[in-house]
């Protein structure tokens, strides 16, 4: 049993990060042991968590369980989860609530409890406490060691609790049951080193490793060979990439190995404004296979509340950097993360936020109510704004956003753009959907051969959110 520590998880230690591959760890004589067996995964959160339940996935079809779209129907049920905000928290609680009943009809139903907030001190503490019917609980360190804990747990019977605080080695090659035939997710770092006051991230993904270039080519390299149309290269902080490499590999050097694969397209999330380098800028500009598109989290606009955040930037910086963006690259998209209702956040802070938003006129914005992370510099912050005050700044700058989203939308009424065609759209089956080079989601009249295709689409309507269109070679 290993259970984690904040204490611990805090900790950045100078061991060197070894790479090792799943195919020497992974124990052959468990294959057998999801024979006739189902399994269902319930994912929350970011990209992130959503390519470890693509890896969780492929890891349990290696084990012969077959995959099941109802978590009633399943005989071995895996939350994994986010602990980014509360309400993340809470409805995983409610959900997990629904388990119970299903275990107590199904008796040998098997459940397993994973992911960002598994990594929780507080929270295993309560699992292991009122939750002792959860079977298996591990942490986003060794989700490769699953086979093995799900062994032990069928051997004893007994609530198997393997959470490391400290992330271990990286390990290459981990199966993947890819959500999407045309997009894929390929991590190109794991975890975070910039401590924000308010995240949890570098305690629940633990410190900065970035995996080593040539595996991120090969693996990039096989999604071309296998029809993939598109990568978007997963990281907390991918600006940071190759920090900790020991060598002068960084971001720009990746971004542009990956574009001379020649795959059709490549994205990258997240940046942080502070490692964006103008290399990287022209890296962008040099090659059409990366994507005008760019996610740049904001946080705030007052140099107060980024100081008390620990964002290394001041709202002067922030800007420049867009500037610089958008003079570099006029066609890009850029879109943001902004917090409301930081520990003392006056209303004067709060429209510092809205002028920047005012100024930038972002093409879209997610939006936060900040919520106290147990362990976080943040949470003991003195916070006396009420919650009541915090919806309303939430609402007003949601507004704000809305009106720069639908602006922004509206200059690509009539014009011609690329759109990598997915599927049918899920509101109107009559429809394609796809997204453009800039990240608008854009509901297609088309025929499908064009599914798994990028074509040029006519632009025809403009919503906040999305696009109508129609493809043109029709
Ligand atoms: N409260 C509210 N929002 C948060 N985020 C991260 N931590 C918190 C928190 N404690 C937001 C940030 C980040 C996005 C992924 O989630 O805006 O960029
Ligand atoms: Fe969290 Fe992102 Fe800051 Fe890292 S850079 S601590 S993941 S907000």
Redesign the pocket.
């Known amino acids: 049993m290993h259970v984690p520590s904040l204490k611990e998880a805090k900790i950045r230690n100078k061991k060197e990060v070894l790479t090792k591959t799943y195919e020497n760890i992974k124990e052959s004589k468990l294959e057998k042991l999801g024979l006739n067996k189902t399994y269902y995964i319930k994912t929350y959160g970011c990209q992130m968590n959503e390519h470890d339940s693509e890896n969780i996935k492929a890891i349990l079809e290696e084990m012969s369980f077959k995959e099941t779209d109802t978590m009633e129907n399943a005989d071995f049920i895996i939350l994994n989860t986010c602990a980014?905000?509360e309400n993340a928290h809470n409805k995983v609680f409610g959900y997990l609530g629904r388990i119970k009943h299903l275990k107590q009809e199904k008796e040998d139903l098997i459940v397993a409890f994973c992911g960002c907030m598994a990594q929780e001190e507080s929270i295993v503490k309560e699992l292991t406490q009122k939750y002792k019917w959860v079977d298996i609980i591990f942490g986003t360190h060794n989700l490769h060691e699953l086979p093995t804990i799900l062994y032990h747990a069928l051997q004893s019977k007994k609530q198997e609790v393997e959470v490391y605080s400290i992330e271990g080695d990286i390990v290459e090659n981990i199966p993947v049951k890819r959500a999407n035939k045309y997009k894929a997710w390929v991590n190109i770092m794991y975890g975070c080193d910039k401590f924000c006051t308010?995240?949890i991230v570098p305690y629940t993904r633990g410190k900065q490793r970035s995996r080593k270039p040539e595996y991120i080519i090969e693996e990039v390299k096989a999604l071309k060979k296998q029809g993939y149309l598109e990568v978007t290269l997963l990281g907390q902080n991918v600006n940071a990439y190759g920090k900790d490499l020991n060598s002068n590999y960084k971001m720009e050097n990746l971004l542009e190995d990956v574009a001379k694969t020649g795959i059709e397209r490549i994205r990258f999330v997240t940046s942080h404004p502070w490692d964006f380098t103008d290399k990287m800028i022209e890296v962008i500009k040099k090659y059409p296979n990366i994507m005008p598109y760019i996610h740049l989290?904001l946080?705030s606009g007052s140099d107060r509340i980024l100081k008390l955040m620990g964002r290394r930037y001041t709202k002067e910086e922030y800007l420049k950097l867009y500037q610089k963006l958008k003079e570099a690259l006029p066609y890009s998209s850029i879109t943001t993360?902004i917090?409301v209702g930081f520990p003392g956040e006056t209303r004067k802070d709060f429209e510092e936020t809205l002028e920047v938003v005012n100024k930038c006129q972002f093409d879209s914005a997610?939006t936060?109510?900040?919520?106290p992370?147990v362990g976080t510099p943040a949470s003991k912050m003195e916070d006396n704004i009420s919650l009541e005050e915090k919806n309303n700044r939430l609402q007003e700058l949601n507004k704000l956003v809305n009106k720069y989203a639908k602006e922004r939308n509206d200059w690509y009424l009539n014009k011609t753009v690329p759109v990598l065609i997915e599927g049918f759209s899920s509101k109107d089956e009559t429809k394609l959907m796809g997204y453009t080079d800039t990240m608008k989601l854009v509901n297609v009249d088309g025929d499908k051969k064009y599914i798994g295709q990028i074509v040029d689409v006519l632009i025809t309507d403009i919503k906040t959110w999305s696009m109508d269109g129609k493809i043109k070679t029709d």
């Open positions: 980014i905000r308010y995240c989290p946080q993360d917090i997610f936060f109510i900040f919520s992370r």
